[in-house]
Nanobody, 118 residues
Framework: QVQLVESGGGLVPPGGSLRLSCVGS????????IGWYRQTPRNRRELVAR???????YYPDAVKGRFTISRDDAKNTLFLQMRSLKVEDSGVYYC????????????WGQGTQVIVSS
C-alpha cells in the first residue's frame, strides 16, 4: 500500500503560482492513474487533475490552462503546478492513486492547504 504525502501549499495572492508535491512511499507509476483533488468547506472533494499511466492528462474546465500535473518516477513524486490562481482555488489539496474506474484508492493523506487571498 503506497502512502502519499502532500506538501507545497501556502498563502498566495490572486494571480500567483504554487507548486504542490506528492511523495509516494512506493512506486506511484504503478497506479492506473493518479490525481490531485481539492476539498473546500462547501464542496465535496473534487478532482482537479489526473495523470494516466500512459501520460495522458485530464483537467476539468475550471482549471484547464492554469494547472499542470506531472510526475517524476525516479523520485516517486507527483506535482501540480498552479498558475493564475483564483480565490476559488482555495482549499485542501490531496493526491490519490486511482483504479480503472477512476475511483480514488485510499488511504488519503493529510493534504496541503492552499489559500488564495489578497
Amino acid at each position: 500500500q503506497v502512502q502519499l504525502v502532500e506538501s507545497g501549499g501556502g498563502l498566495v495572492p490572486p494571480g500567483g503560482s504554487l507548486r504542490l508535491s506528492c511523495v509516494g512511499s512506493g512506486d506511484i507509476a504503478g497506479f492506473f492513474a493518479i490525481g490531485w483533488y481539492r476539498q473546500t468547506p462547501r464542496n465535496r472533494r473534487e478532482l482537479v487533475a489526473r495523470l494516466f499511466g500512459n501520460r495522458r492528462v485530464y483537467y476539468p474546465d475550471a482549471v484547464k490552462g492554469r494547472f499542470t500535473i506531472s510526475r517524476d518516477d525516479a523520485k516517486n513524486t507527483l506535482f501540480l503546478q498552479m498558475r493564475s490562481l483564483k480565490v476559488e482555488d482555495s482549499g485542501v489539496y490531496y493526491c490519490a492513486g486511482q483504479n480503472m474506474l477512476g475511483a480514488p484508492i485510499p488511504p488519503w493523506g493529510q493534504g496541503t492547504q492552499v489559500i488564495v487571498s489578497s
